[in-house]
Structure formats: C-alpha cells, structure tokens
C-alpha cells in the first residue's frame, strides 16, 4: 500500500506542473536580422520587399544591389528607400504583435560629393506613444573605391512595443533636400507575439 502511493505521488505532482506551464501563458520572442540577400534584384525593376519578410512589411523600401560605391554591410543586397523616406510596419495579422528595435547598418546614398545627412527615424507604438531619433551619416567627397562604408547603430531598450517605424532624410546644416536615398541592412530586432 505504502509503496504504490509513493509511486504515484510523483505522477500527481507532474500533472500539476503540467497546468501550471498550460495555464501561464508566455509571450513568444523571435530575433530577426533581415539582410535582404535572399531577395530577388532585376536592375532597373521595381524590387519591392514581399510582405512579412521576416515578420515586417515595407513601404517605400525596395531590394537594392552594391553599385560599387558604398558596400551593404552583409552580402551585395540592401534595402532602399530611394527618396529618402519609407517605413517599415508589423503586419496586422497575427493580431497585436509588436517588434523591439536592436541595430541597423544604414546609409544616405546621394553621389558625391554629398553634405552631411540627418536621418529621422519615428517609432510608434502599440498604445500610440511616439519616439524619435536623427542619426547622421557625414558628408562624403571624392574618395578611392572601397573607402566608403556603412555606419552601424544600436537602440536602447526604449524602442520596444513598437508598430512601425518611419524614416525621410534631409540636409543635416540646412534642412534642405539629400536628393538621394537611404540605404539600410542588417536590420535586427525581436517579434513578440502575445498568446
Ligand atoms: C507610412 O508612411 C506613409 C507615407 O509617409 C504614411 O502615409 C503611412 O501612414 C505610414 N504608415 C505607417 C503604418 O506608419
Ligand atoms: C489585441 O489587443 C486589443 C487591445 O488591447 C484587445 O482588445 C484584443 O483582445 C487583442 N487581440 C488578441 C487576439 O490578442
Ligand atoms: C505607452 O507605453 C510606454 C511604455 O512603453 C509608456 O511610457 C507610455 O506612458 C504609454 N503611453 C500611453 C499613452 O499609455
Ligand atoms: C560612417 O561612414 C563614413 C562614410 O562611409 C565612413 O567614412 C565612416 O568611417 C563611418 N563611420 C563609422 C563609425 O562606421
């Protein structure tokens, strides 16, 4: 008697463990870095990004390749918003998801010379909130092939539960037209999903 209910407690205290873990219900978290290598390019097309390209949808920007000036930080493809503006939004299926914004590689692509760049960058979030952030990429002159690069950025943990994300690009001394556009790749972030 002693003996068989000791090998049934343990049972019984799995069974409750098991609805415990059933009934917390937890957030899944998914890490993305979009590279844009994977995407097909035709030169001179309209390359648009397909929506939920890993988790996110895009306007404005396209699928962009290396023309031999500024290299994309991974692979020969990046993403470009060719005026300058674009944004980037979580699909509204599946329901309430939100992205946090870790890192992105970016560019403003004008030809050179170019003045100095300021990128404005707008986030919105699940309950309306705004946050907001100008990145500056430097005037670039004349300069051999190969010495222009991408800069690189981090965003602190204030960029999360966020819905999308809006860009445009203007003259950093003056306000003024870049008459370029934005480049941007290895773009990384986390996809909650709310169960
Ligand atoms: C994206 O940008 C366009 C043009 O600036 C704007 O009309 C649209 O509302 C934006 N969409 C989101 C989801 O922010
Ligand atoms: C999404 O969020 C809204 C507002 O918070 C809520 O009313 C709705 O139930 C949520 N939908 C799902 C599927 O979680
Ligand atoms: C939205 O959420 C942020 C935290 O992510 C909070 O600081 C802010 O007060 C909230 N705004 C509204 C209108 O609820
Ligand atoms: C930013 O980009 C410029 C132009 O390509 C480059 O000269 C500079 O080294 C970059 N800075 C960083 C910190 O990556």
């Given at each position: 008697m002693l003996a068989s209910f000791a090998t049934i407690l343990p049972l019984i205290s799995l069974s409750i463990a098991a609805l415990t873990v059933a009934d917390t219900c937890k957030p899944t978290k998914e890490t993305k870095i979009a590279k844009y290598d994977d995407l097909p390019f035709t030169e001179g097309n309209f390359n648009p990004i397909p929506p939920h390209y890993y988790g996110l949808s895009y306007f404005t920007f396209q699928?962009?390749?290396y023309d031999f000036w500024?290299?994309?930080?991974?692979?020969?493809?990046w993403t470009m918003a060719f005026g300058g503006s674009g944004n980037i939004s979580i699909p509204d299926s599946?329901?309430?998801?939100?992205?946090?914004l870790d890192s992105f590689s970016f560019a403003c692509v004008s030809?050179?010379?170019?003045?100095?760049?300021?990128?404005g960058i707008w986030g919105r979030k699940a309950n309306g909130t705004i946050i907001e952030r100008t990145l500056k990429f430097p005037e670039l002159?004349?300069?051999?092939?190969?010495a222009y690069i991408m800069n690189k950025t981090r965003f602190s943990w204030e960029w999360k539960g966020l819905r999308s994300l809006g860009f445009s690009i203007a003259r950093a001394d003056n306000g003024g037209d870049m008459f370029g556009g934005l480049a941007l790749d290895d773009v990384r972030y986390t996809i909650t999903t709310p169960c």
């Open positions: 699928v962009d390749q500024i290299p994309p930080t991974s692979g020969n493809q599946p329901p309430n998801q939100t992205f946090e030809g050179v010379p170019q003045p100095e760049c300021a990128i002159g004349p300069a051999p092939v190969g």
